[in-house]
Antibody
Framework: EVQLVESGGGLVQPGGSLRLSCVGS????????MTWVRQAPGKGLEWVAT????????SYVDSVKGRFTISRDIAKNSLYLQMNSLRVDDTAVYYC??????WGQGTLVTVSS | DIQMTQSPSTLSASVGDRVTITCRAS??????LAWYQQKPGKAPKLLIY???LLGSGVPPRFSGSGSGTEFTLTISSLQPDDFATYYC??????FGPGTKVDLK
């Protein structure tokens, strides 16, 4: 069974950092486009970051450029999102996705003082 | 950056209705377009990818079409389980704002 499981969410103060992880089972991350998507409370889906299938390129939504970094460890079948300088408007459920086909259940990040 | 729009933003329909949702991209995205269904508190569920390919386990009443800048999602006969919000998605990039399908 294919499964993606996110972890690392929680409550953090504005200006703080968090590192989200996404571990895959039943699928591999090599040769796959990997994406982070978020959804703020009561809002729509928002693309956050993508890593190209060969790992050579990354792209980010403007609002997180310079603050968030997407990375992966193929040996651990894991995807990461390092989030620095967090803001209140980063509060959301964060999902990882492989290509567009497989999604995790999400992890909640709350940025609040 | 490519902008994704959807119409309508809300659609009121009855069970058995044929439902069509439109998604437009601000520039050509070929057929790199996916559609998702989302219910409150749940992760999005893939319906369609590459504009017209049916996701695994998705009922055939769902279909997708289009290429370039204009795409449609059609539900041939709306079922009670289909009342939800639908999003279009440029593969690995931007999402549309969503279309909520509710009961007329």
């Amino acid at each position: 069974e294919v499964q993606l499981v996110e972890s690392g969410g929680g409550l953090v103060q504005p200006g703080g950092s968090l590192r989200l992880s996404c571990v895959g089972s039943g699928i591999t991350f090599s040769n796959s486009w990997m994406t982070w998507v978020r959804q703020a409370p009561g809002k729509g889906l928002e693309w956050v970051a993508t890593m190209k299938h060969d790992g050579t390129e990354t792209s980010y939504v403007d609002s997180v450029k310079g603050r968030f970094t997407i990375s992966r460890d193929i040996a651990k079948n894991s995807l990461y999102l390092q989030m620095n300088s967090l803001r209140v408007d980063d509060t959301a459920v964060y999902y990882c996705a492989r290509d567009v086909l497989y999604w995790g259940q999400g992890t909640l990040v709350t940025v609040s003082s | 950056d490519i902008q994704m729009t959807q119409s309508p933003s809300t659609l009121s329909a009855s069970v058995g209705d044929r439902v069509t949702i439109t998604c437009r991209a601000s520039q050509s995205i070929s057929t790199w377009l996916a559609w998702y269904q989302q219910k409150p508190g749940k992760a999005p569920k893939l319906l369609i990818y590459k504009a017209s390919l049916l996701g695994s386990g998705v009922p055939p009443r769902f279909s997708g079409s289009g290429s370039g800048t204009e795409f449609t999602l059609t539900i041939s006969s709306l079922q009670p389980d289909d009342f939800a919000t639908y999003y279009c998605h440029q593969h690995n990039s931007y999402f549309g704002p969503g279309t909520k399908v509710d009961l007329k």
